[in-house]
């Protein structure tokens, strides 16, 4: 049986798609770049504006945020959460300052059935 995702589960797992497909084609580029020019900042900056990859990452972000949201929101209607809440507050607390717990808790929201 197929696992039933929410919206925001849904959303990032396509933005991350995209990112990833966008994050591989920039990658040939800067290989192809490579051969016949030095790659500075601005020619960097040039490749990642070229292969879409920065609106990609933003897409991404933005995704992210709304999983973020999505699960914290969800979470609090869970038993764990009402046995936990100060450490899970935290948690979401320190996402933005903290880039792992941020990979924590998106994993954790995208096991959220």
Request: aromatic residues 8%; without cysteine; charged residues 30%.
């Amino acid at each position: 049986m197929k696992p039933i995702y929410s919206k925001a589960q849904l959303g990032y797992m396509k933005t991350k798609t995209q990112f990833e497909k966008q994050a591989a084609i920039l990658e040939m580029e800067i290989e192809k770049t490579k051969k016949t020019r030095e790659i500075t900042q601005e020619v960097m900056e040039e490749l990642v504006m070229k292969t879409g990859f920065h609106d990609a990452y933003n897409n991404l972000v933005a995704s992210e945020n709304e999983l973020i949201d999505w699960s914290h929101v969800t979470i609090k209607h869970e038993k764990t959460y009402k046995e936990n809440k100060e450490p899970i507050e935290q948690m979401y607390a320190n996402l933005n300052t903290d880039p792992q717990m941020r990979a924590r808790i998106i994993d954790l929201a995208m096991k959220i059935k």
